[in-house]
């Protein structure tokens, strides 16, 4: 399936942007496209080279402030028509190497139309020694049942009860199927808790929702 990379970024973020980037490269499988929506910021000059990269990147910039909800719906509109997935990631973090490709055989092989992820925690120093990090193996599990919903003081919330500890997985790197984000678009102007109620938008909207319980991602 071809996947594309949203990722939303504002001006403070900028300098990390390419050490996400650097992360994307090292993927066993590229995606078809990355598309960067970046919000009170104007000069693409001073981003990272899409030439430095094995797949390309499309920049939308915008002088205007935008919450992260929006700056997900702008990437993702920019590139909709082009693939199959729309895998969101922040510009702050960092991908395991075999992200990509396990969303991929999840999707293809659970028929999902949404999926979260299990992740670590990692300082800027991570960032710097990307190749000096020790990623565990992941394993081919992908849970499909086991989901329960609700909501408290700040958002929608989706748990994988499966186990003794409820899971909600990283909502921030949520992907979804290009017809799924078609029907529901990410939640904009919500505040804290924007991705946490937009997967439950999509679960609660009938979505066949998968969790991966493996580390694929590094939030920083």
Not at 3 to 32: D, F, M, R, W
Not at 194 to 207: F, I, L
Request: glycine fraction near 6%.
């Amino acid at each position: 399936m071809r996947i594309g990379v949203c990722i939303p970024c504002y001006a403070p973020h900028i300098p990390y942007l390419q050490y996400c980037l650097n992360s994307i490269e090292q993927q066993t499988q590229k995606p078809t496209i990355v598309s960067i929506s970046i919000s009170s910021y104007t000069n693409k000059e001073q981003l990272p080279l899409a030439s430095d990269y094995s797949f390309p990147i499309l920049y939308t910039c915008t002088s205007m402030p935008q919450c992260a909800g929006k700056n997900r719906n702008v990437a993702a509109q920019a590139i909709v028509d082009q693939v199959d997935i729309l895998s969101f990631f922040d510009a702050d973090d960092l991908m395991h190497p075999k992200r990509l490709e396990k969303l991929n055989q999840a999707f293809t092989d659970y028929k999902l139309d949404s999926c979260v992820h299990y992740f670590t925690k990692g300082t800027h120093a991570d960032r710097i020694r990307l190749s000096m990090i020790h990623w565990s193996e992941p394993t081919e599990l992908v849970n499909t049942t086991g989901f329960t919903v609700g909501r408290d003081s700040v958002c929608g919330r989706v748990w994988w009860t499966g186990s003794l500890v409820r899971e909600l997985g990283q909502c921030g790197h949520f992907s979804v199927k290009t017809s799924i984000w078609n029907m529901t678009k990410c939640v904009e102007g919500w505040g804290m808790g924007e991705d946490s109620e937009y997967v439950w938008r999509v679960v609660t909207s009938g979505a066949n929702h998968g969790f991966i319980p493996s580390v694929l991602s590094m939030y920083i």
